[in-house]
């Protein structure tokens, strides 16, 4: 039985931001390391909302990049979002150039040695470019190639890793069919892919990850909700977050994505009722908007209540 | 040291290389370090700050003694460094507490404006691409050999060696081209012309009589822009015209060359590159003025 609390008024529901390193993050997190420290090439995939862009910025702070003022830079990760809809390769120039701070502007040709010359002197060793799937095929990927073979020629001869992270739907991952392409540039490139692994969909989380995920929510949603018991909702949650709605390409996989947002709202609905737990009713009634609801349209028609407390984040990967 | 994480807000507002100026660094030289280490052309930095800051009256024809405002905190920001490290490199303070209560400015330090000096040959050689030169400005080959350091020192009119090094100063290449500071489409600390970096500019030791020159000289910058107060300045001026009135019945010939015959206009008012070149033209030193001081009412 799930006991109210007094009728004292509760402060707020706190959404904890914390990164959590869950078995998607390993296992995406997994592969970029082994691109950073083997300096291969990989092509990386995982469904939208898994939590990929939150794994590459923890893996960035993680990296030990820093800036002294004696003129130290180091920046073993170049981790960018690829330009959209910027198709011109000064587009990506300028993307990687803002990665290491202000730069003052410089023609494109200036720039595209600069470039080399700066990701030699911060001691880069692996490129990381986030929603890849939005470079353009040509010219974008040709620039990397430049860049990354002018950056392995001498007199610098550092060779660096690379992963494409991509958005994908179904078994389809963007670049694999041009890559594939007898062009020289294509034939080039896929050589410097890696051997193993070359090309990585990255899976969400099974029920049994799930359930272990929920250990983590329990304990840092203790404060707020006393009695919170998520574990045993595990199959429900699972069942309602893998419908197709929800897992379109029936991967049977949840992404924390969506398994935050379910068990936020759930928490804060439960929260706000002055309740200790969770009940079923309140998760029924969340897997219904997410599932059911998610497309309906909402009439603003009076006039909004105190934004005290409302914490509307992002919620992926967020606890 | 202190540094800037990848997880900082500075991370993105400060250059992709962050240099702190050396002690007695000058602003100018800092700013073409900045240049080398971001392996950016000769003068960007500059221009940079040029752009990104409204300066009225500020621009081109700067001597780099005293920056306006608006520049020192965008540059500070652009270092990570706070505001008052990078007024050091610049003569901003000193020339306050000598020139009080007016606003500190480049001329009290060298005297009414020269302007920009690109002879007329030099400016059809080099189009538009020397972006800042300083009349006078020197530099020492060991100084940036050894740091690639430009000191403050190198805007100081009349010293021709480095106090540091005791080599000459070098105001033109050897290939004949005067140094200029910032000059595009070639890398900082070289030659425009010729591409000789400065650090091979030939050593040349002075005399024993330039030696004493240099020392005298020196030490009277040094009186004025390190204990320097309006006071004392006022105490030299006022030796100066004992000086001139009593003593010196012929015009005097400066160490600069200019010659002396009497005193006009407000004494105030005399740059201390001129009040320097008296003083040692008429052999005042620190110790008389500190004297003289003393004994004012």
């Known amino acids: ?319 | 040291m202190p540094q800037t994480t990848v997880t900082s807000p500075n991370w993105h507002t400060c250059f992709p290389h962050v240099v702190e100026p050396y002690p007695d660094e000058w602003f100018a030289g800092l700013l073409l370090r900045c240049d080398e280490m971001n392996h950016r052309e000769s003068g960007t930095t500059w221009r940079y700050l040029l752009r990104s800051t409204t300066h009225p009256g500020f621009g081109p024809g700067s001597s780099f003694i005293v920056i306006p405002e608006v520049m020192l905190i965008s540059l500070a920001q652009r270092l990570t460094i706070s505001r008052e490290h990078l007024l050091a490199t610049t003569y901003a303070d000193a020339l306050a507490k000598l020139y009080s209560p007016a606003h500190p400015h480049a001329g009290q330090l060298l005297g009414h404006r020269r302007g920009v000096t690109i002879p007329p040959l030099l400016s059809k050689s080099i189009g538009n691409r020397a972006s800042a030169t300083v009349v006078g400005f020197h530099v020492c080959p060991i100084c940036i050999a050894q740091a690639r350091l430009l000191r403050r020192t190198a805007v100081l009119p009349h010293l021709k060696y480095c106090p540091t090094h005791h080599v000459a100063f070098h105001t033109h290449c050897t290939c004949g081209s005067p140094l200029i500071l910032f000059t595009r489409r070639q890398q900082p600390f070289v030659c425009f012309t010729c591409g000789l970096d400065w650090a091979q500019l030939p050593q040349i030791q002075p005399t024993q009589r330039e030696t004493m020159l240099e020392r005298d000289l020196w030490i009277l910058y040094e009186f004025f822009l390190v204990k320097g107060t309006k006071e004392l300045k006022a105490s030299a001026l006022s030796l100066v015209r004992d000086s001139v009135k009593t003593q010196q019945l012929l015009p005097l010939k400066l160490i600069s060359g200019r010659t002396l015959s009497m005193l006009t206009g407000n004494l105030d008012n005399f740059s201390l590159g001129y009040v320097v070149d008296i003083l040692i033209s008429l052999g005042i030193s620190p110790d008389d003025i500190m004297r003289n001081a003393l004994i004012s009412p």
């Open chain 1, 1 to 319: 039985m799930i006991e109210r609390v007094s009728d004292l008024p509760r402060p707020p529901f706190v959404v904890h931001q914390r990164f959590l390193e869950t078995p998607f993050e390993r296992r995406f997190q997994g592969i970029l390391r082994k691109a950073w420290k083997e300096r291969t090439w990989h092509v990386v995939a995982a469904v939208p909302g898994s939590g990929k862009s939150l794994g590459i910025a923890d893996l960035l702070h993680q990296s030990g990049a820093y800036k002294d003022t004696r003129g130290s830079t180091r920046l073993p990760i170049l981790a960018i979002r690829a330009p959209k809809n910027a198709a011109r390769e000064q587009a990506l120039g300028m993307a990687l150039s803002a990665a290491f701070g202000v730069v003052p502007s410089m023609p494109w040709a200036q720039r595209r040695i600069w470039l080399v010359q700066i990701m030699a002197s911060t001691g880069v060793e692996c490129i990381i470019i986030d929603d890849a799937q939005d470079l353009d095929r040509l010219i974008h990927l040709a620039l990397l190639k430049e860049l990354t073979d002018n950056l392995a020629a001498p007199p610098y001869e550092r060779p660096v890793g690379l992963c494409l992270v991509t958005a994908h739907s179904g078994n389809v991952i963007p670049f694999k069919e041009t890559l594939a392409r007898p062009d020289v540039l294509w034939r080039q490139f896929r050589e410097r892919m890696a051997l193993i692994d070359p090309y990585c969909i990255v899976d969400g989380h099974t029920e049994e990850e799930v359930r272990h995920i929920f250990i983590t929510f329990e304990d840092l949603y203790r404060s707020q909700l006393p009695d919170l018991q998520l574990q045993r909702w595990t199959k429900s949650i699972f069942n309602w977050l893998t419908s197709t709605i929800l897992d379109p390409d029936g991967t049977k996989r949840v992404t924390m994505g969506h398994l935050s947002k379910f068990v936020v709202t759930a928490l804060r609905r439960a929260y706000e009722q002055g309740a200790t737990d969770v009940d079923a009713a309140t998760l029924q009634a969340v897997a219904e908007l997410m599932i059911l609801r998610r497309d309906d349209i909402t009439h603003m028609n009076e006039l909004p209540k105190t934004l005290e407390g409302d914490d509307a984040t992002d919620d992926r990967n967020l606890a």
